[in-house]
């Protein structure tokens, strides 16, 4: 095992997070550990894998002072039936997922291993740990030993808690085209074809269905959980949480959002290109780190694109098909696209990653077509941009109806891959509507930024005000830290 980092002379006390093994986990987690360390009464403790642990660690700068410490536990993923190093499910096809997820739950004896060392060297046991929902487990761990427990769940609360109600009772999806959720009323009702794939119940299923029914449970025995939202946003998502908790506390002390000062410089050319044009008349576009689409989809969506006119800058992956280390292949886009809209600069491709917050950031970007994970939509909303909706799975296609039907800030191009139909002229349509001066477009600019001012609201402390995910982090740090 190896050793952990000490800030040597801390009395502060120790809070472990230990987020999943996937991008969007971990940049969530470490964004939350830089607010918690803010507030100034604590030290954390950051838990994973070894090639994860040097990811996380080479997005501080060298000479950064930080009282955030890293710890390795090892993960032998060829015992697994995995590739050789294979730490993070963002590099492993989907049909390897499931195999990655049931292999995660063996890393509990290292992880109890560890808290054990750190209790002997520091004399006494950390304060609090935070754990991943798809770690539950951890919680078993946290009994033992007699710490406070407790989960962030990174998504949004009404998303992720149509995902739990969904994932605990398997039956209810067969009720027809259309069904509520036996635990979950105030949700609008839930249409066949917002299941994803994960939500179809068969042979190949079982096994991520009973994956995710052991861990929510666990979840829900918590002695706390942490919403990536606010209160007022998603009130209904943190009332459902309470419920099921029996009563349990719930904090939203969203939005936590890729911290700024570590994300990577933008690069000059990218915004050099983005000041030639106009305020709000850039769309980006971009479906995250761990989904894609079908080739044929891909080829339709360059098309709308083209057709819609409207200027863009495209992160590109591998379609379904293609391996994820795979480079660009011009059989993915029409012939002549990418010299076409090179000559007329409507457009910028960027393979597999781009600096998505600057970008989010810059004046010039007015629409985000995305997969509607939330990390993405917090970006989004914390600027003020709307988004055009492709949800592809997870709790993607719930967050997609929430933003459109009930805040007003999505537009639902498509949904899944499978399903989809897509054609150029729908996609440049969509565009149109939602990046114009349309009736919709305008309304969705107009709500977007209503948002960001109230997620700027719950961030902000001044002159003895604090904001409701201020308030929510210094409580949640109160009870947690006290002595149990």
């Not at 997922?97 to 890393?107: H, Q, V």
């Not at 769309?283 to 780190?289: E, R």
């Amino acid at each position: 095992m190896a050793e952990y980092e000490v800030i040597v002379g801390d009395r502060k006390k120790r809070v472990i997070m230990f987020p999943f093994m996937a991008h969007g986990h971990l940049n969530p987690f470490m964004a939350l550990a830089e607010k918690l360390v803010q507030r100034g009464s604590c030290t954390i403790t950051i838990v994973n894998t070894p090639w994860n642990i040097q990811k996380l660690k080479s997005s501080f700068p060298p000479d950064s002072k930080t009282n955030i410490s890293f710890a390795e536990i090892p993960f032998n993923s060829a015992q697994y039936g995995l590739p050789v190093n294979a730490e993070n499910m963002g590099e492993l096809s989907p049909e390897l997922s499931t195999r990655f997820l049931e292999a995660s739950e063996n890393l509990e004896p290292h992880f109890r291993n560890l808290l054990i060392s750190i209790t002997e060297k520091e004399g006494k046991a950390p304060a609090c740990i935070i754990s991943d929902m798809f770690l539950g487990w951890t919680i078993k761990v946290a009994n033992e030993l007699g710490i406070f427990h407790s989960v962030f769940i990174a998504g949004a609360g009404y998303g992720m808690g149509i995902y739990f109600s969904l994932s605990l009772n398997i039956s209810q999806r067969e009720n027809g085209e259309e069904f509520s959720l036996l635990d979950f009323p105030e949700a609008s009702r839930i249409h066949q074809t917002q299941l994803g794939g994960e939500f179809k119940y068969s042979d190949e299923t079982v096994s991520w269905f009973c994956f995710r029914e052991r861990q929510f449970l666990f979840c829900l025995s918590s002695d706390a959980i942490l919403l990536n939202s606010i209160p007022e946003l998603d009130g209904m998502g943190a009332k459902y949480f309470h419920r099921k908790t029996r009563g349990k506390p719930i904090y939203m002390v969203g939005p936590i959002c890729s911290s700024p000062k570590r994300a990577s410089q933008f690069p000059d050319d990218f915004s050099a290109w983005l000041d030639l044009h106009p305020p709000e008349s850039v769309l980006y576009v971009c479906f995250g780190s761990q989904f894609t689409i079908l080739p044929s989809q891909m080829r339709e969506l360059a098309k709308g694109l083209e057709e819609s006119g409207v200027v863009f800058i495209w992160v590109i992956r591998p379609p379904v098909g293609f391996s994820v280390a795979e480079e660009i292949n011009p059989e993915w886009l029409p012939d002549g696209f990418q010299d076409r809209i090179r000559s007329r600069n409507q457009g910028i491709l960027i393979y597999k990653w781009a600096p998505q917050v600057e970008i989010l950031r810059h004046r010039s970007t007015g629409g985000f077509l995305s997969h509607c994970g939330w990390n993405s939509v917090l970006e989004s909303l914390c600027n003020g941009v709307p988004i055009i909706g492709w949800p592809l799975e997870g709790e993607q296609r719930f967050n997609s109806h929430f933003l459109e039907k009930e805040v007003g800030v999505c537009l639902e191009m498509a949904r899944g891959t499978e399903s989809a139909t897509i054609k150029c002229d729908d996609v440049a349509r969509t565009i149109k509507m939602a990046m114009g001066q349309t009736e919709k477009g305008v309304e969705m600019r107009r709500k977007a930024l209503e948002i960001k001012k109230k997620m700027e609201d719950a961030i902000q402390e001044r002159d003895g005000f604090k904001g409701s995910s201020v308030q929510a982090m210094d409580e949640f740090l109160s009870i947690a830290t006290s002595t149990r």
